[in-house]
């Protein structure tokens, strides 16, 4: 049986020290990053942007949702409301890592937000309205995912995360009309 040579896992350590203390100022974008932290940046503000208004939508959903069956529905949107905050603040959060600043100027959210804000004037509406918002956060990080591939793996595996839940709540905005109406209500 021939030997194969087997490469190192790591690169040589003392090289290893040496570009660790280069470029600090860097932070934690270190050589090895192969995305555009730029770029990166820039997309992650319109990801912010995107959650900032979800917070906003589904808070004033919870406030606002009236009918006989809205106390459980108005729960559901408090509840989707908080995750979307934990949402907002991890891109925060990596957007900070990466050496941006977050964006969170009110004047320009709905300019950079995928989904938009959108009231509703029934409780069929606002179920309606999120779902199709939720709809378009699933596609967008679906998207953003492929885009980050393996240049950026802790910006994709947010991302990720964040997907599974926005998958969630799309199912929560669909399935709530039949748990609580026996039937769909979001035909056209």
Known sequence: M???AKKPFLSDIEALRERARKSLADGAVTPAYRGDVNQTIEILQAVLATEIVCVLRYTQHSIAAAGISSEAIKKEFATHAREEQGHMMSVAERINQLGGKPD??????TARSASQYTEGETLVAMLRENLIAERIAVEHYRELIRH?????ATTRVMLEGILGVEEEHANDMHDLPVAHEGKPMLQE
């Not at 969170?104 to 959210?109: A, M, V, W």
């Not at 980050?148 to 950026?152: K, N, T, Y």
């Open 2 to 4: 021939a030997t194969s």
């Open 104 to 109: 969170f100027n009110p004047e320009l959210l």
């Open 148 to 152: 980050f591939c393996d240049d950026d």
